[in-house]
């Protein structure tokens, strides 16, 4: 098998020499395992596009509460302001925040989502994605592009770190789905291999430790919210990047020193909901009241 790619540094090594974008790298990778032609991972890859892009449309119109009812409507009420006051982050920020929510809202409702790399952190990659693409018009086959590159962001940390909350908490979900947004959005918008892997290390090493707490053991209070936070870091860890501004700390050692972290992690932070949010009076509360 040719041009198996482990790390970032090798990723980047791979695009200079060989003059390839991480996406072509990526495709490479895929087909020279034997199993599929580039068409048919493409295929997939506007199979999962169209996906999240369904659950958006359904997401914005829904207000159904999710079955514990704690939440459901926060993307209505984000819409609502937004026709009254336009968001200070722009219209596609504004986007951005109402997909986001959109997408983990679908979620919970049991609606058909991609999780990129989980179904808690569903909202961020499609989000940012999406609403970049419609407000410049980038092609379809781009925003697969885009797609495959955040995919291969996903696949590089996965092979030093499970992306699993109960592994290393919500840094392994919500915060590699935003390097992985962050890679997306620099690539539809024209930056380099290096730009891109620097926007991945930025995003990475701004999560470092998030836990993961769920309130009642569901994947709703903090993870919903979240979606439209870590969605607007990609787009911070974008602009840092395409400006040109290096993380002094390589990605390769990032993802280490996070896998790291996700160790010394107590496991009482690590999606079992004891501790952190989970235990504060007003979640005990609420799981008294679903429980009855």
Partial sequence: MENVITTFRQLY????????????????????????SEYQIRMQAAKSLNAMKEAIKTGLKSTEPSPSGMSGDDCYKLQKRFKSENSILGKTAQKIM????????????????????????CGIVPSVIIAYAEDNNISENDQINALITAGEVGRIVSVKMA??????????????ASAMASAALTQMRGGSAKQIINAVALALKNVM????????????????????????????????????????????????AMEQTGQLMSPLLKESSQGGLAKTKTAIALEKNILK
């Fill in 13 to 36: 090594y791979v695009c200079k020499e060989q003059k390839k974008t991480i996406y072509d790298a990526a495709l490479d990778y895929e087909v020279s395992k034997g199993e599929y």
């Fill in 98 to 121: 109402t997909y986001a929510l959109a997408t983990s809202e679908q979620n919970l409702r049991m609606g058909i989502i991609a999780a990129c790399p989980t179904a808690g952190s």
């Fill in 163 to 176: 992306l699993a909350g109960a592994v290393g908490g919500c840094q392994a979900e919500c915060g590699v």
């Fill in 209 to 256: 430790g998030l836990t993961c707490d769920p309130v009642c053991g569901l994947v709703e209070i903090p993870c919903v919210k979240r979606n439209p936070f870590l969605a607007i870091h990609a787009v911070t860890s974008s602009e840092l990047a395409m400006a040109g501004i290096i993380s002094k700390i390589p990605p390769d050692e990032v993802v280490d």
